[in-house]
């Protein structure tokens, strides 16, 4: 049995932090109990200074670009930085293994618990069956040609099923300006029988919408650029979102990645279709590709719940889910402490479906716990670090 205290505990489900909280776990971390702590000389009792949290839940990962850290230069735009990853992605395995076995040992030791890990291929499969971290794979299917969207769908399963033993998977969409009406409508045929999460990199980039209403802007460019036939990609007179979601399957969770460029018009937009969405911000990538970041707070007029991700380590400086709460409260926008923690833990919880075990401290759940250390009346400081207890 462990008992940790801290000058507040935040279960995230309690609407209050508990001052001297009082948490009391069996020796694998199931919670037993949580109380106020009354003070007296407990040899037991660890004592912390800062604040106690659940494990961390990252929605949005790639694991298999770890070894891409510090290659791309930053704040070049969207397109850019495709171009680059495509061009130097490619390496020898154990190189790309060993940046992938140091980049979950760090997302550990920065007390993230639960992943969400787009992979292109089985490299990653082993290292994520061998982790503590609870890992979704999304087996990612990059394809604009609408005559072989079935042939991407019966690959992209195939290779879903070499992820049995790493965790839970599913197959998905890379973007909206990589996908054809066709894939998604197979893909919506897919998801009758089976449950399956979706993710979709969603209004990254301005040029996005650029290349949907009129077919022109960056994307044409690029696409060029990497010697491929656009002639079959219609223009649609409407931006990604507008186009795409209506298309989505209705009956399964949908995570829609970045929206650095979604506006206010698209969040009351998407409230006429009955898609069950989940926003995910990557504030560090954002930074990192594009130099700008969402305006967080149009999103809470969606209704909709939202998590955090860390997006690569080719689009990042770290894979801390702290980092990026800290990167959300230097926006300015007025997201409290206690919103982005529910982002930092019970939403992405709810959305892969690990929230009976995961995303908040309750007796019975295993959901590991964090220490916050340097919180200053209600808020993380620049200084603030996460530590893990369990
Ligand atoms: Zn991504």
Redesign the pocket.
Known sequence: MKKFTADYVYTVEDKEPIPNGLVVTDDDGKILSITSYSGDNNKDVIYHKGVIVPGFINS?C?LELSHLKGKIKEKEGLPSFIKNVIAIRNVAEAEIEKAMIAADKQMQKNGIVGVGD?SNTVISADIKAKSPIRYHTFVEMVGLDPAKSQELITKADALKSKFEHSGSASITLHASYTLSKALVKDLRRYCKNEKNLISL?SQENEDENAFYRYKTGAFVQLYEDLGINLDYFVAMSKNTLQAIVPLLPQDQNVLL??NTFTTLKDVYMLRRFNVDIFWCF?PG?NLYIENTMPNFKFFEKSGYLATL?T??LA?NHSLSILDEMKLVQKSGRGISFDEMLEWATINGAKFFGWDSELGSIKKGKTPGLNLITNFKDGHITPKSEVVKLI
């Open positions: 949005h790639h787009i990199h990645v970045h990557c990538a991700g997006d690569s689009s």
